[in-house]
Nanobody
Framework: QVQLVESGGGLVQAGGSLRLSCAASGLTFGMYAMGWYRQAPGKERELVARITSGGSTYAVDSVKGRFTISRDNAKMTLYLQMNSLKPEDTAVYYC?????????????WGQGTQVTVSS
C-alpha cells in the first residue's frame, strides 16, 4: 500500500523557518516525481515546488529563493525547507507523488500538514 506521511508543520512567526518532511512507503521512491502543493482557506490547491526522479527542481515564483525542495532516495523522504516565511504562506501543505510527471488529477497524496505564519 502506497503511503505518504507529511510532518514538520506548525505555527511560526513571519520571517521564520520550517522544514517539512514527507516519508514515503510502498513505492519505488526513486522512480517517482515528487512535489509539494498547498491549499489556503477558500483557495484551490496549488503547486509549490516539484522535483523529478532525476533531481531537477522547480519552484513557483512566489516561493523562489525562499523555499528549497530536495529528496533523499535512500531514506525515501521528500523535504521542503521554507525560509523567510510570510503570512501568505499559511496553508495546508500536501506531499504528492507520481510516476513520470506530476498531475493533480491522479497524483498520490499525503494527508497534509498545517503551516501557519503569524504576522
Amino acid at each position: 500500500q502506497v503511503q505518504l506521511v507529511e510532518s514538520g508543520g506548525g505555527l511560526v512567526q513571519a520571517g521564520g523557518s520550517l522544514r517539512l518532511s514527507c516519508a514515503a512507503s510502498g513505492l519505488t521512491f526513486g522512480m517517482y516525481a515528487m512535489g509539494w502543493y498547498r491549499q489556503a482557506p477558500g483557495k484551490e490547491r496549488e503547486l509549490v515546488a516539484r522535483i523529478t526522479s532525476g533531481g531537477s527542481t522547480y519552484a513557483v515564483d512566489s516561493v523562489k529563493g525562499r523555499f528549497t525542495i530536495s529528496r533523499d532516495n535512500a531514506k525515501m523522504t521528500l523535504y521542503l525547507q521554507m525560509n523567510s516565511l510570510k503570512p501568505e504562506d499559511t496553508a495546508v501543505y500536501y506531499c504528492a507523488a507520481r510516476r513520470g510527471v506530476l498531475r493533480s488529477a491522479d497524483n498520490i497524496w499525503g494527508q497534509g500538514t498545517q503551516v501557519t505564519v503569524s504576522s
